[in-house]
């Protein structure tokens, strides 16, 4: 399977411990997102990467959220000390350019 | 602000006949529009799109129609199957950022 995997695919965690998500995209897509998704709504852009460089973070990402994507790979996004409103369905997506994003499964995060 | 609209939370279509979803958007600066489709536990799968300087893109039994004058998109699915049940959300991007849409939930009846 060469699309783009996330892992875990759920997690649940009690308020004020730190999480951490992995995203691997499309091995030849050099832009990663990070998106999240809560019910009823559409997935909200979080972060944005082309290759390791991070171009632009949404002002929905405190300073409790940070991504990498070292060496332009596989990105991870990190919440720490976790909050009851973070618990949402967080979506990584890879592109080559300005058209289709393709999307993983998500991260199912429950924060008790 | 919500820059991207989804106004029906959901619509129920006969199975063979035609399904409509709509769309409506802001901000002129747009550039391309997607669709997506996503199913439970799944994360969105891409549709269709259109550039900003097209106003109808057909895929098979999917076509989208795009009017920048009334900021305004839409999604013609003939003729609906019962498999096209799921969630459809439009989204709009402005260079590399995507804004999407609340989701319209199609369900297909047999």
């Known amino acids: 399977d060469t699309g783009v995997s996330q892992d875990p695919r759920h997690k649940i965690t009690k308020r004020g411990q730190n999480v951490t998500f992995r995203c691997d995209p499309i091995s030849e897509h050099n832009r990663l997102y990070w998106y999240r998704q809560t019910l009823g709504q559409g997935p909200e852009f979080l972060t944005y990467?082309?290759?390791?460089?991070?171009?632009?973070k949404s002002r929905l990402l405190s300073d409790r959220f940070s991504a990498e994507r070292p060496k332009g790979s596989f990105s991870t996004l990190e919440i720490q000390r976790t909050e009851q409103g973070d618990s949402a369905m967080y979506l990584c997506a890879s592109s080559t350019g300005v058209d289709e994003q393709f999307f993983g499964p998500g991260t199912r995060l429950t924060v008790l | 602000d919500q820059q991207v609209k989804q106004n029906s939370p959901s619509l129920s279509v006969q199975e063979g006949r035609i399904s409509i979803l709509n769309c409506d958007y802001t901000?002129?600066?747009?550039?391309?529009f997607l669709w997506y489709k996503k199913y439970p536990a799944e994360g969105p799968t891409f549709l269709i799109s259109i550039s900003s300087i097209k106003d109808k893109n057909e895929d098979g039994r999917f076509t989208v129609f795009l009017n920048k004058s009334a900021k305004h998109l839409s999604l013609h699915i003939v003729p609906s199957q019962p498999g096209d049940s799921a969630v459809y959300f439009c989204a709009a991007s402005e260079a590399y950022k995507y804004i999407f849409g609340t989701g319209t939930r199609l369900k297909v009846l047999a």
């Open positions: 990467f082309q290759n390791e460089a991070q171009l632009e």
């Open positions: 901000n002129s600066m747009f550039d391309y």
